[in-house]
């Protein structure tokens, strides 16, 4: 049966002419395009009429009432709103109507937020947080299909009663019913994963200080209630489990979120769902559904990669198993992290996994506000923004955790009453800092030296280093399972903090790339290209004996060694990292390329060898007739047209900007880990080595002993030219000289620095890796291959104390 046209009435406030309209355009296109018989008040003016009498009608006698959020309407639903005219007697109607009959009129009265406005606008009886809204335009086709009677899923059938499941009744989610053979499979992971994220993140929760007897206490507001306890929070007033924490720079976002996480795992019960917090930085919508990024983040994080037999016989892995079932709590952390073209996308993702999964989100609120401008927003989510710490507490906190902190604090506490609240930030370094007898609170009473809260925290932050590494670090045992941070002497990683601030000084840029590390070692690049080009060159000229070899590695190592050459020669990007993408349009294209490729150089071996023919017919002692000149004229006019063209064909491709091959330049503009762009350069090279080097044990077994030196010459090269070359290059030499520790990949130097970058969740903890795709980030945030957070922040005070060190 077709669908009936709904008679829809519009209640709204006369904002302002821009608002007017907007309400205008929504409903003449829900009119026009959808059918929907809406009435609206704009379009009744011809007449003079009873407006009173014409809303009553319009109420009494429609199907549904759209109430459309704005700060006027909520303003006019309140005591302030005596004199709001025709808006204000359609809410007193409205509110008296769900007052005396509220089974009746709550499913006809439907809120409605329009692109500019929020939740927050609606009036409160409408239930802005607690019952259903419809956000436009994200939320369009579901008012549709309300408004039509058409809803998208239709409840099945009741099945007869079955025995009672093994995990709990509120831990899934499922779409398919689980066997309980599955359900103990699933509940063990889950237990499994809980131990996991509590080993992971307990170092993490004791050195920000949150396992204090009393830590600082982080406010939040939602709804009007001002709490500081955001786990209870989040399990006795959020009935969706669907939580948004907004917050400003380092007013202690991701503190927020471990705290929930601490929280969640403390109150769990076994076969509950697990909390996880996963930074959002690497996350592209555009490239992996949700659920599945995540999916790789548990196998690659906690080893979820065990698959077992789902119920529809497909073998998927432990961790989409989990949350297909919902026993994990996905806390993504960072949504302001993201590129900003693509968080309306990541949020129009999120949304599409259903308003009935769990799910926790931070996120700047200067960036929030930018997506709901453009009507974007987290549906059927709890709203909660951060407040300034409350002084007293941050006196009373700091009072307790610093060494004789009543005696030692008191001035300073009077010269901050001056200024505006800290941040949890400059509260955390004042903590760490003043851990040590020897630091003297009372210079920071000094205007002349620090005129505000500003000039206090760059003067904490180049305190930091010597406060969190010891003088006398302990020795490593055997029974230490990981390296600790504790075991290193200040002197060292200040040396190694110095050298990194002094090499972003010098490159002018923001972010600390791994692919420019090589910068700090002026010589590493261009040696990289040379031993590439002479391994090129030898490979090339080496079968006709060791001193052509010699000549043409050195003659091609100078050239490729040389800048100005590559550039002349096409190559327009030295620096940027290589990634392999495999398709099969690129695949295709590259076979392509790969036999025009062969069929230049086809032409260009004839064209060398008619040349070669007509010098050898010259030289010989056969007589010379009229048409053996001729002949000969003829090698040399094809030989000389085949070698021109061919080495302008291949100088042409040479210099072609390719962007469908299987390998080009990481798009370093979208979101990626510092890890994952080392990963895709040396897969390129040991692809594409690897497959030369196969290649040369296939010419050597056919005796072709030519094609194996070339082949490993080329092999070489490629190996030679990558950025992750240049890379290692660089960073053996930095350590060799003490600039930096020989060991990069773990977080046993940098934990500290991402602790306070943790406890600010400040923007350069995390900003760098989605604007520069896989600069050096948290070790917390994404395993990086590097993690120095503060750099950034830092760099001003360390060169201003260290910038003459040396090494």
Not at 36 to 43: S, T
Not at 371 to 391: F, H, K
Not at 519 to 528: F, G, Q
Not at 615 to 634: C, E, K, Q, W, Y
Request: proline share 7%; with cysteine; net charge positive.
């Amino acid at each position: 049966m077709a669908p009936t046209s709904p008679r829809v009435f519009v209640s709204y406030a006369d904002d302002s002419g821009e608002h007017t309209e907007t309400v205008r355009r929504f409903a003449r296109r829900l009119r026009s395009e959808f059918g929907i018989d809406v009435r609206l008040d704009q379009w009744e003016r011809e007449q003079r009429r009873d407006w009173c009498d014409w809303v009553v009608e319009q109420i009494e006698q429609g199907d549904f009432v759209l109430a459309i959020a704005s700060p006027e309407y909520r303003r006019l639903a309140g005591p302030d709103g005596a004199a709001g005219g025709n808006a204000r007697f359609q809410l007193a109607i409205l509110r008296e109507h769900l007052a005396a009959d509220r089974p009746r009129w709550l499913p006809r009265i439907l809120p409605v937020v329009l692109p500019g406005c929020s939740a927050d606008d609606l009036p409160a009886f409408l239930q802005p947080h607690s019952a259903t809204c419809y956000a436009v335009p994200g939320q369009l086709d579901e008012l549709l299909r309300v408004l039509t009677g058409q809803p998208r899923h239709v409840s099945p059938e009741l099945a007869p009663p079955a025995a009672p499941a093994v995990l709990s009744g509120d831990a899934l989610l499922r779409t398919t019913p689980v066997d309980a053979e599955l359900s103990q499979v699933l509940v063990k992971a889950a237990d499994r994963l809980a131990g996991s994220v509590a080993d992971l993140w307990r170092g993490e929760v004791e050195r920000l200080g949150l396992a204090d007897p009393r830590p600082l206490a982080t406010r939040l507001t939602a709804g009007g209630v001002t709490f500081d306890r955001i786990g209870a929070f989040f399990r006795l007033h959020v009935p969706t489990r669907r939580l948004l924490v907004l917050g400003g720079p380092a007013s202690g976002k991701s503190v927020s979120a471990i705290r929930l996480v601490s929280d969640e795992l403390a109150a769990r019960t076994a076969g509950g769902p697990v909390p996880v917090l996963v930074p959002v930085t690497d996350w592209n919508p555009d490239e992996l559904h949700a659920f599945d990024w995540l999916a790789g983040r548990l196998i690659r994080d906690h080893r979820l990669g065990q698959t077992v037999r789902w119920v529809d016989g497909r073998r998927i892995t432990l961790a989409s198993a989990l949350l297909e079932v919902g026993l994990v709590l996905p806390v993504l952390d960072g949504l302001e992290t993201i590129a900003g073209d693509l968080r309306p996308r990541a949020v129009a993702a999120l949304n599409r996994l259903g308003s009935s999964v769990p799910l926790v989100v931070t996120c700047g609120l200067a960036e929030y506000q930018e997506l709901e401008a453009v009507g974007s927003g987290l549906v059927c989510a709890t709203r909660a923004e951060l407040l300034p710490p409350d002084r007293d507490d941050v006196e009373q906190y700091l009072t307790e955790a610093v060494p004789r902190g009543a005696a030692r604090l008191g001035p300073l506490f009077a010269r901050l009453r001056a200024e505006p609240v800290p941040t949890p930030l400059v509260v955390w370094l004042i903590r760490v800092v003043h851990q040590r007898l020897d630091q003297d609170p009372d210079e920071l009473c000094d205007r002349a030296r620090f005129p505000g809260l500003a000039a206090i925290e760059a003067h904490l932050l180049a305190h930091l280093i010597p406060a969190v590494y010891p003088d006398d670090p302990p020795r490593r045992t055997r029974s230490s399972a990981r390296p600790s941070f504790t075991r290193l002497h200040h002197t060292a990683a200040q040396r190694w903090f110095a050298h990194l601030a002094r090499h972003l000084d010098a490159t002018g840029l923001p972010d600390l790339a791994w692919w420019r590390l090589h910068r700090s070692v002026p010589w590493a690049a261009p040696a990289c290209r040379a031993a590439g080009g002479a391994a090129m060159g030898y490979g090339i000229m080496g079968n006709a004996g060791p001193l052509p070899g010699l000549v043409a590695a050195v003659m091609l190592g100078f050239l490729v060694s040389n800048r100005r050459y590559l550039e002349f020669a096409g190559v327009r990007d030295l620096e940027t990292p290589h990634a392999l993408t495999a398709s099969a349009p690129r695949l295709r294209a590259e076979m392509r390329v790969l036999a025009r490729s062969l069929g230049t150089g086809l032409l260009l071996v004839a064209g060398l060898l008619a040349l070669l023919t007509a010098a050898v017919g010259l030289s010989s002692d056969l007589p010379h007739t009229i048409r053996s000149v001729l002949v000969l004229s003829a090698l040399v006019v094809v030989g000389v047209s085949l070698l021109g063209w061919s080495v302008r064909a291949l100088w042409r491709q040479q210099r072609e900007d390719r962007t469908d091959g299987l390998v080009g330049l990481a798009d370093l503009a979208r979101p990626t880990s510092p890890a994952a762009t080392v990963r895709a350069d040396r897969a390129v090279v040991v692809l594409g080595a690897g497959t030369m080097l196969g290649i040369a044990a296939v010419f050597a077994v056919l005796g072709i002993w030519y094609a194996v030196h070339m082949t490993l010459g080329f092999a070489a090269a490629w190996a030679l030219f990558s950025a992750y070359a240049r890379f290692t290059a660089a960073r053996l030499a930095l350590a060799a000289r003490g600039r930096l520790p020989w060991r990069l990949g773990g977080s046993s130097w940098t934990t500290p620095a991402a602790a306070a970058c943790s406890a600010s969740t400040a923007p350069s903890t995390t900003s760098a890796t989605s604007t520069c795709g896989g600069t050096w980030a948290s070790p917390r945030a994404d395993r990086a291959v590097l993690a120095v957070p503060p750099v950034r922040q830092v760099r001003s005070a360390l060169l201003e104390r260290h910038g003459k060190m040396a090494g």
